[in-house]
T-cell receptor, first 112, second 113 residues
Framework: GENVEQHPSTLSVQEGDSAVIKCTYS??????FPWYKQELGKRPQLIID?????GEKKDQRIAVTLNKTAKHFSLHITETQPEDSAVYFC???????????FGGGTRVLVKP | EADIYQTPRYLVIGTGKKITLECSQT?????MYWYQQDPGMELHLIHY???????EKGDLSSESTVSRIRTEHFPLTLESARPSHTSQYLC????????????FGPGTRLTVL
């Protein structure tokens, strides 16, 4: 089955700096890679996703890059703000699959 | 507005009690999932369903059971609660498309004394 590794497990950045979270996956058949943000006491919510036919996707201050050959994808947050503090989860899904495989999560703390 | 509803939101119960965590959705989605998550930690899939009368065990062994008699409803039952069941339980739904977004409910925080 699919296995998703996520690093780092915790990340502390100064407000205004960039944050990068990296994930690797094991199954080359995976073709959909979402990122979820979970604020303290809240439900996980999708913030950005990428499909395997695209190498990069950007939405305002967040971007995701995908390297299919190396089987890894990354989340980039620029100009971090205190409200970016949360736990972020990457995930992978196979074509025609029904179960997302989640990474272990990264706790991001943005210090003002 | 389409959403996922979970009740109760918080539950404190004694060891050995039978409990049912409710999940209902007005999203119109066929696929539904139950995850166990200690606060802010990894998401563990414990059960999922492709539709009515379909239930499957997830990746994490669980002493719970589920049923899917109606599309909108996916309850999770613990026959005999134990302190090791203390955790947050998140219900989720997904559209039929393989690459479509998965939505999460607000969760039930369970404490077993």
């Amino acid at each position: 089955g699919e296995n998703v590794e996520q690093h780092p497990s915790t990340l502390s950045v100064q407000e205004g700096d960039s944050a990068v979270i990296k994930c690797t996956y094991s199954d080359s058949a995976s073709n959909y890679f979402p990122w979820y943000k979970q604020e303290l006491g809240k439900r996980p919510q999708l913030i950005i996703d990428i499909r395997s036919n695209v190498g990069e996707k950007k939405d305002q201050r967040i971007a995701v890059t995908l390297n299919k050959t190396a089987k890894h994808f990354s989340l980039h947050i620029t100009e971090t703000q205190p409200e970016d503090s949360a736990v972020y989860f990457c995930a992978a899904l196979k074509a025609a699959g029904n179960k997302l495989t989640f990474g272990g999560g990264t706790r991001v703390l943005v210090k003002p | 507005e389409a959403d996922i509803y979970q009740t109760p939101r918080y539950l404190v119960i004694g060891t050995g009690k039978k409990i049912t965590l409710e999940c209902s959705q007005t999203m119109g989605h066929d696929k539904m999932y139950w995850y166990q998550q200690d606060p802010g930690m990894e998401l563990h899939l414990i059960h999922y369903s492709y539709g009515v009368n379909s239930t499957e065990k997830g990746d994490l062994s669980s002493e719970s059971t589920v049923s899917r008699i109606r599309t909108e409803h996916f309850p999770l039952t613990l026959e005999s609660a134990r302190p090791s069941h203390t955790s947050q339980y998140l219900c989720a739904t997904k559209r039929p498309g393989a690459g479509d977004e998965q939505f999460f409910g607000p969760g039930t925080r369970l404490t077993v004394l």
